[in-house]
């Protein structure tokens, strides 16, 4: 978030004080109208922390409450709100309910003992003020607990609740205090929307360390925070609206992500002068005497992927010319079966672990799938002089990490660029969000088109072969990885159309993503 910041400090350089975050508190507030439908009437909960993004919720609800919203803030530390995000929301006749800290979670608590009268007096002055903190002597568990009741009161009566406890300032799991009132957010019935970011998440990584708030819209200001694509957190943002607030941010991005346009681009299309071996020939080295099903869907990916031609090794010969024909089967192993543009080796290939090494030792662009992962020497993928493509999912790569899969599900972007760098090969870690990492750094590619319809058996290998025939057509293993996830995804949307699909379904619909690629780009 580092560059986020200075775009910011440069920007707030240019600008009258406050005027970024009435932009972010301006769109927050449409956004906000936006889901209300009428704002007149409607009971709005801000829950507040003690930096700018509690800012931006008391700004964006006293523009409600100018509306005719009847606002109450949610003060996690009182004394250290924004002051006048505060102020404009009481001019606009908002309400603020004080939590008052747990003593033993928060240093406020120690400040109120000093007596702190500001408190009082403001309040005082506020008559609608929900918690009266008449001294700070009062602070006790008792009062805390009140506190927190009176909050979680407004909380449940609530027809719209703001997440505005952290962003991107927050350091480390939500502390105690504000994972109360996470919990609370939790079991609103009412539409959450989390300022900026939900609290609780990461946002550089998507990792998410303890409680966080899960929100149903996340409005998030000047660029999409690289967490907010990624899951865990993704799941926690719910959909994502971006405010433009006139950041001009430099450098290289965190995460990129594929659109339409960029795959039309990628899509290998025959010219005039093409052949079958122009376009590329596709090895694949799959299946087993266990597993022949494996071979015929990675064809069956492979057949729909652009090559010209798709070879097949193995012992599923059979099973896979049975359903499709036009495969050249080989019954020799990969180092004698004639020459193709790129091998995919592994999905369901049980120990066969001669064809990875014969594979490997080839010098077109080779894709690792499934026990083909498990098999490969690591020394010999680095000492590869073509491209390498890696396609586990979270338990392979798990298990190439030497992690237990919970932790490779909790920081997916971490552990993609690890195992990438470890292997000196791209990696395409599978799962609820795709991503496609290079060894040299750069922008991780995360696939925008993935739907849990293709979590079913077989769909990996469907991706595998359809990976492995870009790169035959000629695609480098990041654009081929990307590519492929994104066409997959989209056959899966196509494919399922909200019912259960087979993995083969998802081959079949490939050539309709195609279509709609080339279709409906720019
Ligand atoms: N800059 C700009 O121009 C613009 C910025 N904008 C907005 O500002 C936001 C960033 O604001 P920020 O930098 O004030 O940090 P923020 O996210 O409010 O968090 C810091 C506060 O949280 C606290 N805290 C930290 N960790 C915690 C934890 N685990 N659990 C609990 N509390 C924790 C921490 O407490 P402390 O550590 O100081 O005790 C501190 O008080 C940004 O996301 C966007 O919304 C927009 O208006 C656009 C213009
Ligand atoms: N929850 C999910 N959301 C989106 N895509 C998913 C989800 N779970 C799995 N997938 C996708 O489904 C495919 C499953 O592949 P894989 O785990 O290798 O299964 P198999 O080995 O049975 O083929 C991958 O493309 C993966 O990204
Ligand atoms: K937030």
Redesign the pocket.
């Given at each position: 978030m580092e560059t986020v910041r200075a775009a910011?400090r440069e920007l707030?350089a240019r600008l009258p004080e406050g005027a970024?975050?009435q932009r972010?508190a301006a769109g927050l507030a449409a956004a906000c109208a936006d889901l209300l439908g009428r704002v007149y009437g409607r009971r709005v909960v801000l829950l507040v922390?003690?930096?700018?993004?509690?800012?931006?919720a008391l700004y964006a609800g006293a523009r409600l409450a100018r509306r005719g919203a009847g606002v109450t803030a949610v003060l996690l530390a009182p004394e250290?709100a924004h002051a006048a995000g505060l102020a404009a929301l009481r001019r606009a006749g908002g309400r603020t309910v004080e939590i008052t800290a747990t003593a033993e979670t928060d240093k406020t608590a120690d400040t109120a003992k000093n007596g702190d009268t500001a408190k009082t007096a403001d309040t005082a002055k506020n008559g609608d003020t929900a918690k009266t903190a008449e001294t700070a002597d009062t602070a006790d568990t008792a009062d805390t607990a009140k506190t927190f009741e009176t909050a979680e009161h407004a909380i449940r009566n609530a027809d719209l609740l703001l997440d505005g406890?952290?962003?991107?300032?927050?350091?480390?799991?939500?502390?105690p205090d504000?994972a109360r009132l996470a919990a609370f957010a939790d079991s609103a019935r009412c539409a959450v929307v989390a300022?900026?970011l939900p609290s609780g998440v990461d946002a550089d990584t998507g990792e998410v360390r303890g409680a966080a708030v899960r929100a149903d819209l996340t409005v998030t200001?000047g660029t999409h925070k690289p967490g907010l694509l990624v899951d865990p957190a993704r799941e926690y943002a719910g959909s994502v609206r971006l405010v433009d607030?006139g950041l001009d941010l430099p450098g290289e991005p965190v995460l990129e992500a594929l659109q339409h346009a960029d795959v039309r681009r990628l899509l290998p299309v025959p010219s005039g002068e093409s052949d079958k071996y122009r376009r590329g020939v596709v090895g694949i080295a799959a299946g087993s005497a266990r597993y022949p099903g494996a071979a015929v869907l990675a064809v069956a990916g492979a057949l729909r992927g652009g090559a010209g031609a798709v070879r097949y090794v193995g012992p599923a010969g059979d099973a896979v010319l049975a359903r499709f024909p036009e495969t050249l089967v080989s019954d020799r192993g990969p180092r004698q079966a004639g020459r193709v543009q790129a091998w995919v080796v592994g999905p369901g290939a049980g120990d066969d672990a001669s064809a990875v090494a014969e594979v490997l030792a080839s010098d077109v662009p080779v894709l690792v799938d499934a026990d083909g992962l498990r098999l490969a020497d690591r020394d010999a993928v680095r000492a590869r002089t073509a491209p390498t493509l890696m396609t586990p999912h979270a338990g392979e790569a798990a298990a190439l990490l030497g992690v237990p899969r919970e932790e490779v599900e909790g920081a997916r972007l971490a552990s993609a660029r690890e195992l990438a760098a470890r292997y000196d090969a791209t990696v395409l870690l599978k799962g609820s969000t795709t991503l496609v990492a290079d060894p040299g750094g750069g922008a991780v590619r995360v696939n925008p088109t993935g739907t849990a319809w293709l979590a079913t058996a077989g769909s990996g290998d469907v991706l595998s072969g359809l990976a492995g025939s870009l790169l035959a057509s000629g695609l480098g293993a990041l654009d081929a990885g990307s590519t492929a996830a994104y066409l997959h995804g989209l056959a899966g949307r196509f494919a399922a159309d909200g019912a259960p699909v087979g993995a083969h379904d998802v081959a079949d619909a490939v050539p309709e993503a195609w279509r709609d690629v080339r279709d409906l780009a720019d």
């Amino acid at each position: 978030m580092e560059t986020v910041r200075a775009a910011e400090r440069e920007l707030m350089a240019r600008l009258p004080e406050g005027a970024l975050m009435q932009r972010a508190a301006a769109g927050l507030a449409a956004a906000c109208a936006d889901l209300l439908g009428r704002v007149y009437g409607r009971r709005v909960v801000l829950l507040v922390g003690s930096g700018d993004n509690g800012g931006d919720a008391l700004y964006a609800g006293a523009r409600l409450a100018r509306r005719g919203a009847g606002v109450t803030a949610v003060l996690l530390a009182p004394e250290r709100a924004h002051a006048a995000g505060l102020a404009a929301l009481r001019r606009a006749g908002g309400r603020t309910v004080e939590i008052t800290a747990t003593a033993e979670t928060d240093k406020t608590a120690d400040t109120a003992k000093n007596g702190d009268t500001a408190k009082t007096a403001d309040t005082a002055k506020n008559g609608d003020t929900a918690k009266t903190a008449e001294t700070a002597d009062t602070a006790d568990t008792a009062d805390t607990a009140k506190t927190f009741e009176t909050a979680e009161h407004a909380i449940r009566n609530a027809d719209l609740l703001l997440d505005g406890i952290v962003g991107i300032g927050g350091k480390g799991g939500l502390r105690p205090d504000a994972a109360r009132l996470a919990a609370f957010a939790d079991s609103a019935r009412c539409a959450v929307v989390a300022v900026d970011l939900p609290s609780g998440v990461d946002a550089d990584t998507g990792e998410v360390r303890g409680a966080a708030v899960r929100a149903d819209l996340t409005v998030t200001f000047g660029t999409h925070k690289p967490g907010l694509l990624v899951d865990p957190a993704r799941e926690y943002a719910g959909s994502v609206r971006l405010v433009d607030i006139g950041l001009d941010l430099p450098g290289e991005p965190v995460l990129e992500a594929l659109q339409h346009a960029d795959v039309r681009r990628l899509l290998p299309v025959p010219s005039g002068e093409s052949d079958k071996y122009r376009r590329g020939v596709v090895g694949i080295a799959a299946g087993s005497a266990r597993y022949p099903g494996a071979a015929v869907l990675a064809v069956a990916g492979a057949l729909r992927g652009g090559a010209g031609a798709v070879r097949y090794v193995g012992p599923a010969g059979d099973a896979v010319l049975a359903r499709f024909p036009e495969t050249l089967v080989s019954d020799r192993g990969p180092r004698q079966a004639g020459r193709v543009q790129a091998w995919v080796v592994g999905p369901g290939a049980g120990d066969d672990a001669s064809a990875v090494a014969e594979v490997l030792a080839s010098d077109v662009p080779v894709l690792v799938d499934a026990d083909g992962l498990r098999l490969a020497d690591r020394d010999a993928v680095r000492a590869r002089t073509a491209p390498t493509l890696m396609t586990p999912h979270a338990g392979e790569a798990a298990a190439l990490l030497g992690v237990p899969r919970e932790e490779v599900e909790g920081a997916r972007l971490a552990s993609a660029r690890e195992l990438a760098a470890r292997y000196d090969a791209t990696v395409l870690l599978k799962g609820s969000t795709t991503l496609v990492a290079d060894p040299g750094g750069g922008a991780v590619r995360v696939n925008p088109t993935g739907t849990a319809w293709l979590a079913t058996a077989g769909s990996g290998d469907v991706l595998s072969g359809l990976a492995g025939s870009l790169l035959a057509s000629g695609l480098g293993a990041l654009d081929a990885g990307s590519t492929a996830a994104y066409l997959h995804g989209l056959a899966g949307r196509f494919a399922a159309d909200g019912a259960p699909v087979g993995a083969h379904d998802v081959a079949d619909a490939v050539p309709e993503a195609w279509r709609d690629v080339r279709d409906l780009a720019d």
